[in-house]
């Protein structure tokens, strides 16, 4: 990956057979594919290198060709926040890149939504099972009718009651809702369904468009999209969802009458994840993505990182590449606010890699981050969006978000992502059903088996030889074209995950 290494990856499809030689190099025993191998004899201490930069120290001496992993390398300490400095170096130039543009829906904040959803949140956890069963019945009696709404899906989640509300981790999932129901693909038009007695009161989660504790004399079904389950008129089961069908038939009337026009790609919001992550993920489907990454800024649009543990060991890279010193002052706050969260919990960064990432190859954090960092690409950091935030601003923007697939994607909805694009090694069949997520490959033998799986086969780059430009490209207008309605793998199944809310505050 960089002349500096002394540490190379085996990218062949089943890995390489004990006793091959490659350009002069025996291998000391079978490495599966994705797997290090030392380039030269290593001494217990010595730095191995891979990227250019520290992964690890040797725990014992390993021969030239000898299998480099978890069991004999040591893991660094994570960079000190306190010796970070910003260079204070002007911001490497964007070039502007015209002429691509997609097919979405415009709403009145200006925000484009890539999808025409009926989104119906709520404010506890209670109306869960009210809000599902309405959704089924939206589904089937009433959604045929609005044959230009794509979905209606209900923002299911368990926070709302039972939590220290006032306490200060309580601001983050409060945040994280208020924003999701604002996501571009819903319109302005996001329903909440109340239970009335919770904590979470609609006045709290909305506080712009409920400003009083609600009335439960008032009609059942509200002109704001507001459906309070505890209010007097509603006697028995049917009543409520009499409530919640009404309120979303005039909901649907409004939505249906979204049409698709060309949006510039810079109205492209791309959140990016990885999850399932295997050594090749930093060498093919990452590199490449960040090349896409690249041309998103370069058109104007809007591109979120995030997960915070898998960029905290290459967070000087990230410190050099801020547009200001305060975006490089904000990204180690973040930082320092996670190293605390994690200490609070009795861990730190080391916890985050699993027992897949380690079969995949990747032996720890320090390799997993730099890897995972690559598909930022290149363009300088423009912003920091605080966990549950929406995003201000254009370019490329770090989203200070666990590195968990469910939550970073919960947070990435929150920030107004209308892409998601999702990298894997091992295979992850995650998707959402707010935003559509184009799913990556980085090995040509999982886009195979997965075929119906995979959006795209960034393992090309290793198997037949295509360039991360080329494969960036392709991804870039890959991106374009879901944005303008074609369906990714996840959507034709019909596959998504639940939300997952960050909750850094007491239960009580
Ligand atoms: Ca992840």
Redesign the pocket.
């Given at each position: 990956m960089n002349p500096a290494d002394n540490v190379a990856v085996v990218a062949n499809d089943g890995g390489l057979r004990e006793g091959t030689t490659v350009d002069g190099l025996a291998l000391r025993h079978h490495v599966p594919q994705a797997h290090k191998v030392a380039l030269a004899p290593l001494s217990a201490g010595d730095p191995v290198r891979r990227y250019g930069a520290v992964i690890g120290y040797a725990k014992e001496s390993i021969p030239a060709g000898g299998l480099v992993n978890e069991t004999n390398l040591e893991l660094p300490h994570a960079p000190s926040l306190e010796s970070l400095t910003f260079a204070g170096r002007a911001a490497k130039a964007v070039e502007p890149l015209n002429g691509y543009a997609f097919r979405g829906f415009r709403n009145d904040d200006g925000s484009v939504g890539t999808r025409n959803i009926l989104a119906i949140t709520n404010t506890v956890q209670c109306v869960s099972g009210i809000v599902g069963h309405a959704v089924e019945r939206i589904r089937c009696e009433l959604l045929p009718r609005f044959p230009h709404v794509d979905d209606v899906v209900a923002l299911d989640h368990t926070y709302g009651c039972g939590v220290a509300i006032d306490a200060p981790g309580a601001a983050i999932p409060i945040r994280t809702l208020h924003n999701i129901a604002r996501n571009p693909n819903f319109a302005g038009l996001t329903m909440v369904v109340s239970l009335g007695c919770e904590k979470l009161q609609p006045s709290m989660l909305f506080p712009e468009t409920f400003d009083t504790l609600p009335d439960i004399s008032k009609p059942a079904s509200d002109p704001a999209g507001l459906v309070i389950l505890q209010d007097e008129s509603h006697v028995g089961f049917e009543a409520m969802i009499g409530s919640i069908l009404q309120t979303s038939e005039r909901q649907l009337t409004l939505l249906d009458r979204r049409r698709r026009k060309r949006c510039p790609a810079s109205d492209l919001v791309v959140g990016l994840?990885?999850?399932g992550?295997d050594s090749l993920s930093g060498v093919t489907a990452n590199p490449a993505l960040g090349h896409a990454a690249d041309l998103v800024v370069r058109a104007g649009g809007t591109v979120i990182f995030?997960?915070v543990t898998?960029v905290r060991d290459g967070i000087d890279q990230l410190i050099r590449r801020a547009a200001s010193p305060e975006i490089a002052a904000e990204l180690a706050r973040q930082m320092e606010w996670y190293d605390h969260y994690l200490s609070c919990g009795q861990s730190d960064r080391s916890a985050n890699t699993t027992p897949g990432n380690k079969k995949g190859g990747l032996s720890n954090v320090v390799e997993k981050a730099l890897g995972?960092i690559a598909k930022s690409g290149s363009m300088p950091i423009n912003g920091v969006i605080p966990p549950g935030e929406r995003a201000q601003g254009s370019g490329l923007l770090f989203a200070a978000t666990?590195?968990?697939?469910f939550i970073?994607?919960t947070l990435q909805l929150a920030a107004g992502m209308n892409v998601h694009v999702?990298t894997t090694g091992q295979g992850t069949p995650y998707g959402l059903a707010e935003v559509p997520v184009v799913k990556v490959a980085s090995r040509s033998e999982l886009a195979k088996r997965w075929h119906d799986l995979m959006d795209i086969d960034a393992g090309r780059i290793v198997s037949a030889g295509q360039t991360i430009e080329s494969m960036g490209q392709s991804m870039f207008e890959k991106m374009l074209a879901i944005a303008s309605g074609e369906r990714t793998c996840a959507e034709r199944l019909g596959l998504h995950n639940q939300l997952a809310l960050f909750n850094p505050g007491p239960v009580t």
């Open positions: 994840q990885c999850g992550s995030s997960e898998e995972s666990p590195a968990s697939d970073c994607g999702f």
